[in-house]
């Protein structure tokens, strides 16, 4: 059974740091290209980063460039997302799964930038 765990969100001001980690388990984690995801209240889920299974190619989308940096352990079958510079626009809930979406998702971790 795939379980994907996501933690690390919270309430940070304008400016301010979270890094958010994924837990997965159920599936071979060190074959799978892994993607982080959010999603805003009243709007879609939508791809934040991705990374390709063994950490050599990462694409984000252009909202997040130069703030967020994705990066795996495939020793804990872990994903992370370092969240830098945050803006009020970043509040969401945000997922990890395969790429593409593959698997269940999990029940996401809370994000919320302001002042």
């Known amino acids: 059974q795939v379980q994907l765990v996501e933690s690390g969100g919270g309430l940070v001001q304008p400016g301010g740091s979270l890094r958010l980690s994924c837990a997965a388990s159920?599936?071979?984690?060190?074959?799978?290209?892994m993607s982080w995801y959010r999603q805003a209240p009243g709007k879609e889920r939508d791809l934040v980063a991705a990374?390709?299974?063994?950490?050599?190619?990462?694409s984000y989308a252009d909202s997040v460039k130069g703030r967020f940096t994705i990066s795996r352990d495939n020793a804990k079958n872990t994903v992370t997302l370092q969240m830098n510079n945050l803006k009020p626009e970043d509040t969401a809930v945000y997922y990890c799964?395969?790429?593409?979406?593959?698997?269940?998702w999990g029940q996401g971790t809370q994000v919320t930038v302001s002042s």
């Open positions: 799964n395969a790429a593409g979406g593959r698997y269940a």
């Open positions: 159920g599936f071979t984690f060190r074959n799978a290209g």
């Open positions: 990374i390709s299974w063994n950490g050599g190619s990462r």
